[in-house]
């Protein structure tokens, strides 16, 4: 019997998208197009300046991954408010 996690060259990954419920994972191009449109939004360029993403970082906390301010200079209520509604918007429009 063949094992299933081989692929011929050419042919697609294995299809085994089984998520080992200790871990967290995110597929590199749906965090590529967060980072474009966190890097594209005017909102957040008035906050963090441009490229928005060297004013962010993304943190492990247990079995979650955030983007949270980098802590570069301190924000106002206002501008953690408006980053974290910006935010969220950008990560539910990348939600797969």
Do not use: C, H, W, Y
């Not at 890097?39 to 979650?64: C, H, M, W, Y």
């Amino acid at each position: 019997m063949a094992d299933k996690s081989e692929s011929t060259p050419g042919s697609p990954a294995p299809k085994d998208m089984s998520v080992n419920p200790d871990r967290v994972g995110i597929q590199m191009d749906v965090l590529d197009n967060i980072i474009s449109d966190l890097n594209d939004n005017a909102e957040l360029q008035k906050i963090f300046g441009v490229p928005v993403s060297r004013g962010l970082v993304v943190v492990a906390d247990t079995n979650d991954l955030r983007i949270e301010d980098a802590g570069k200079k301190p924000l106002t209520e206002e501008q953690s408010k408006t980053f974290l509604k910006v935010l969220d918007e950008i990560i539910r429009a990348n939600a797969i």
